[in-house]
């Protein structure tokens, strides 16, 4: 012990030196650049001049940007309810080792594979209006069409259908390592007491997955209010702005109108919101578990 | 065995190096769309049709001309800006760019991108020979900032099958177009319910730029100075409030069709959906095609006019254009004098170009007989004068249109009101104006 502890010299260091320097590069220097230029009045290509606190007041005195900040917040409160429920679910229906539950697995797990274009596109056949598949199956049912990427308040639920169709794969997936962790004796036991599937699901398979549905919840917190690729191919945050997440909000006042100290501040803002939503995820993660009784 | 290896190796090491030498490179970036798999090959310009497959022929063209200059070409989704703003910023930004005449202030005004007035000199171009709205579009503070390729604005392309079915159509067989806005709506409701379909199909979702396109035609209409101060945009007008209660109204009385995007409009007018379809130039090329194939909607009932005048004032059609401009970067003189043919061919083919439906930017182009015997050109010959641009000051008008389209939008589907839309349009176009 003593002598391993004396041959951990600085110089082991060099070890971790890659990862490092990777860190520094692509993580923390962007961090602390952006910190930066949310301070000063700057575009693309050039240096820019100190304005102090001046682009966060900007930033907070623009409707567009709370109006994208409300957005948000409403997409993140309906989609990650869905996808930890239907994510569940799912692994609660295929968590058996069947043939047919294996490739259900897959199917279900495929759309995560997709790039963000590629799901924007089908979900595009889905709902425009003509030629698409919810209006055919409107005119079906002889109900009049929806303009669903058109019309306030259903773009941004056409954009959340997409995400949790795209996004499903990974909560599923969690959910199943984390079912397949219970021990099957405390299901035996539940057996041989007769108890009934529903005592089953609440006094065993939730509790022993507690931990996973709350780390599940903050992962895709965390990723939905990042939300920007499919809201910015399938509606272009229209009509009025009504399905504009924060990220595109960034994106347009950065890199479309070339004012980047207000987008670094409005994309300061935003880290500190995931900041929070990850401090739970530490927390969660980090906190003892109970002892066992 | 020995010497037939060394042999063999300088014989392709100096075959390498002669073509290295002999070859000039040039990175062109360009939108229009990619159609490799048609076009990738095609080198007879006048077999090809519509804008991503004549300018794919054209760079195909200039190559088997020039087998000394190799023009790597990089597609972008338009308009490309983002893509063009980050080469930019990271000192990578290609040889050759296709932009926006009110795209270039943006670029000028901060130095990133280079006149062309010497390079069009050293091959004989003289800017006059460009017409007045093409030069005017490239020239900033004296000196021409790109290479004029064509002007474009949006047009009512119409259905005339459609437009006979409604009486819409003259004797002569042209088809009635509205000559104010009580006549548009007379018009709009008699097509309606003649044959149960909406007169106009117009691009109303995930769009940014028809609704601000449409608002400065019919401002110019009305003689309405909007950006007097280039710097400051009044919209806070009688004759604004006219033009958005107009396009409301046209909403209001169920005239358009809505909810398309681009592309859903663009197939659903050649599938026969309504009357007029408002979009731009660029399509008539793809119109007429279709009007010449049997069993399309379109067949053999195709024509196109300028957006008509439809306010007291002036006859006036807001008007862009594509062009080519050079980002300011070291360039050796091989790579000068290429992209100096590279422009002499673009300007030499512009009749080519003008085939997609775009108005020449090269003035001699409008006398040939090509391009009279061109269809429709006729019709919308008058564009040469009637169409405006904004003032060339003004900057960010990409981001301007966004904002203009979306402000308009929230009034015309009945989310604000009117008023409540341009006061938050002008506060924002000069908030961001003010913050350049």
Redesign the interface.
């Known amino acids: 012990m003593a002598e391993s502890y004396r041959r951990s010299h600085w110089g082991h260091a060099v070890f971790v030196l890659p990862y490092l320097t990777i860190f520094a590069l692509l993580l923390a220097f962007p961090l602390f650049w952006s910190v930066w230029l949310s301070l000063h ?1 700057v ?4 240096p820019g001049r100190f304005v102090g606190l001046g682009n966060y007041a ?1 930033v907070l005195a623009d ?2 940007f709370l109006q994208a900040f409300r957005n948000t917040v409403v997409f993140v409160a309906l989609s990650v309810p869905t996808l930890v429920a239907l994510g569940l679910f799912l692994a609660l229906a295929l968590n058996r080792t069947t043939r047919a539950a294996s490739f259900l697995r897959g199917l279900f797990f495929s759309s995560s594979v997709l790039s963000v274009a590629i799901v924007t596109l089908i979900w ?1 056949f889905v709902f ?4 698409g598949l919810m209006p055919l199956i409107f005119e079906q049912l002889g109900l009049q069409p929806i ?6 308040g259903w773009s941004l639920f056409s954009v959340g259908v997409a995400t949790v169709w795209w996004c499903i794969g990974l909560p599923m997936m969690l959910f199943l390592a984390a079912l397949q962790q219970i021990p099957g004796d405390l299901y035996e036991a539940a057996a041989l007491d007769n108890a009934s599937p529903w005592r089953v699901l609440t006094r065993i398979t939730l509790p022993s997955i507690a931990r996973t549905v709350m780390l599940v919840t903050v992962i895709q917190i965390v990723m939905q209010f990042q939300l920007f690729g499919q809201a910015h191919l ?9 399905s504009r997440p924060l990220v595109m909000y960034i994106y ?1 006042v950065g ?5 980047v100290g ?1 987008g670094a501040a409005a994309s300061e803002l935003l880290f500190l919101i995931i900041l929070c939503a990850a401090m739970v995820q530490y927390v969660v993660s980090t906190r003892k578990p109970e002892v066992a009784e | 065995m020995r010497h037939f290896l060394l042999s063999t190796a300088a014989v392709i090491a100096l075959s390498w190096a002669g073509a290295a030498q002999a070859q000039t490179t040039i990175q062109l970036q360009r939108f229009f769309g990619a159609c490799e798999p048609d076009y990738g090959k095609v080198t007879d310009v006048s077999s090809a049709v519509g804008e991503c497959g004549i300018i794919t022929s054209l760079i195909n063209k200039f190559e088997a001309d020039n087998p000394d200059i190799d023009v790597n070409v990089t597609t972008v989704k338009w308009p490309g ?2 893509q063009l ?2 080469q ?2 990271s000192g990578a930004a290609p040889d050759v760019v296709s932009i926006h005449y009110s795209a270039i202030s ?1 670029y000028q005004a ?1 130095g ?1 991108i280079d006149s062309v007035d010497e390079i069009l000199a050293a091959q004989g171009i003289a800017p006059t020979s460009f017409t007045e709205a093409a030069r005017g579009g490239v020239t900033k503070e004296g000196q021409m900032f790109g290479l004029p390729f064509d002007n474009w604005t949006m047009l009512f392309h119409v259905n005339l099958n459609l437009m006979k079915e409604a009486g819409l159509v003259n004797p002569d067989g042209t088809p009635i177009l509205p000559t104010s806005v009580d006549e548009f709506f007379a018009q709009g409701k008699q097509f309606k319910e003649k044959t149960g379909k909406p007169y106009l199909v117009q691009i ?5 730029a028809v609704y601000a396109r449409m608002l400065y035609t019919f401002l110019q209409q009305q003689n309405s100075d909007f950006f007097a101060d280039p710097t400051k945009i009044k919209l806070n007008t009688p004759e604004a409030k006219s033009v958005v209660e107009f396009m409301k109204r046209i909403n209001d009385e169920g005239l358009t ?5 681009y592309a ?1 409009a663009v ?2 007018f050649a599938q026969g ?1 309504g009357g007029i379809a408002v979009n731009g130039t660029w399509l008539i090329g793809d119109f007429v095609a279709q009007s010449q194939k049997s069993n399309t909607a379109l067949a053999g009932g195709y024509t196109v006019y300028p957006v008509p005048q439809l306010f007291p004032g002036r006859d006036s059609t807001y008007a862009d254009g594509h062009s080519w401009v050079l980002p300011h970067k070291d360039r050796t003189p091989e790579q000068t004098a290429a992209i100096g043919k590279l422009f002499k061919f673009l300007a030499d083919n512009d009749f080519q170009w003008a085939r997609t439906g775009h108005l020449p930017a090269v003035k001699a182009v409008f006398d040939t007989p090509e391009f009279k015997a061109l269809p429709f050109r006729g019709n919308i010959a008058k564009i040469a004068e009637t169409g405006r641009s904004l003032p060339g000051a003004v900057q ?1 008008q ?2 301007i249109q ?1 904002i203009l389209s ?2 308009l ?2 009034a015309i ?1 009945g ?2 009101s009117v008023d409540e839309a341009l006061s ?1 349009a002008e506060s ?1 176009i000069n908030d ?1 104006l003010a ?2």
């Open positions: 009045k575009d693309l290509f050039g900007r409707p567009v595009r425009i209006p003509g030629e303009n669903f990427l058109s019309t306030a399938m509606t272009n945050g229209g009509p009025s702005g009504t347009e890199f479309v109108r070339w004012d207000k | 800006y983002d703003n980050a930019l910023a943006d901060r990133l109303l979702a995930n769009e940014t069709t809505l909810g398309l995007d859903a197939s659903a959906a960010r990409f981001p966004a979306e402000e939008g929230a589907n989310d604000k938050s924002r961001l913050n350049i």
